[in-house]
């Protein structure tokens, strides 16, 4: 690798929202091959990535014939709601990944269902949710083919298991599951000599606001699976330092119920998306500080609000 490479690649390629590029500054060991920063941060689902979408890279600091492991801790926080998460992934031959990421989400607000029904919603509840996911590197090599027109390929599936508590009256009554595989494929390109990472994802999935309010919906709301274009994109300031972006598309599953049953847009879903700051402060640990707009996340209890806040991710890997 040129001099160029080793010192232009380091904090782009991690970076990417929500808990992107900085947050996983030490993804190479000094005594391994892997550049810094070439295997992404931790995604909100526990898949290197950007913080709110995977990418096609394997994480840790693992390289061909080694073994590596990640792990990772994330707050977001926005006017109605918050998510804490934390999980651990390890990297294989730089070939596959297996992860595992648990969330916690404080739906407070939802106590207000009871007044629509006697939901039985205890106040404070909230929703926890495990993420095991599997991610296969198919073709392609972000950082070996930087100078051609050929992205990294990879495939993954993230399997998510959703523990409501008391909440769990309501996704009966929405008829969703409480749980779901998602099956995404990935491509990621780094255009080095623009200082530039792209990624794009298609996500074939059912879920409600990630699986948080579960996966499918009763007619009249769409039960079925639809594809969901993902897109990060992340430009190196300097070699600690990257700002980057995220938009993620969902599928709205549940409004069309809602209106059947008198409630309007009161179960709408935006998309998401972030613009982020990264840093890198040592090999082995970074920081990601974003700013998120969810949009409205069940909005017929939080006053139609859009759910803006932060997001703040720190990782280790070796």
């Known amino acids: 690798m040129t001099h160029r490479l080793k010192h232009g690649l380091r904090p782009l390629v991690g970076g990417t929202l929500l808990a992107a590029l900085a947050t996983t ?17 931790s995604t909100i689902a526990g898949s290197a990535g950007g ?12 390289t061909e014939g080694e073994v590596g492991v990640s792990a990772y801790a994330t707050r ?28 916690d989400f404080d739906a407070s607000p939802a106590v207000a269902l009871n007044g629509i029904a006697p939901f039985g919603v205890t106040p404070g509840q909230h929703i926890k949710m495990d993420v095991l996911g599997i991610k296969l590197k198919v073709a392609g090599d972000a950082v070996l083919d930087s100078d051609s027109w050929m992205p990294q390929i990879a495939v993954g599936l993230e399997h ?17 599951k409480t749980s779901g595989t998602d099956v995404y494929v990935s ?6 000599a623009q200082s530039v990472l792209v990624n794009g994802t ?14 499918g919906s009763a007619a009249p709301g769409k039960n079925s699976r639809s ?22 598309f969902k599928p709205n599953n549940l409004q069309a119920l809602g209106a059947a049953a008198g409630l309007g847009a009161a179960l709408r879903e935006d998309d998401w998306k972030d613009i982020f700051v990264a840093w890198a402060p040592s090999k082995n640990v970074s920081l990601t500080l974003a700013y998120v707009d969810l949009g ?13 806040g932060y997001y703040l991710s720190a990782q280790v890997a070796f």
């Open 187 to 192: 491509a990621t390109k780094l255009l080095l």
């Open 160 to 176: 998510k298991q959703v523990h409501p508590g008391s909440i769990g009256s309501v996704l009966d009554f929405l008829g969703t």
């Open 227 to 248: 594809l969901q274009p993902e897109f990060s994109v992340a430009y190196l300031i300097n070699k600690n330092l990257a700002v980057g972006a995220e938009y993620r």
């Open 202 to 215: 298609l996500r074939y999935t059912n879920a409600n606001q990630n699986g948080l309010l579960g996966f």
């Open 25 to 41: 500054a030490g993804l190479a060991h000094a005594d391994t091959g892997k550049l810094l920063l070439t295997s992404g941060v």
């Open 296 to 308: 409205r996340i069940v909005p017929g209890i939080t006053n139609n609000r859009r759910q803006t």
């Open 76 to 103: 977001a926080a926005t006017q109605d709601y918050s998510l804490n998460g934390y999980g651990v992934a390890l990297g294989l031959h730089d070939r596959v990944e297996l992860s595992l990421a648990r969330q």
């Open 51 to 62: 913080g709110l979408t995977p990418w096609a890279v394997i994480g840790s600091n693992a």
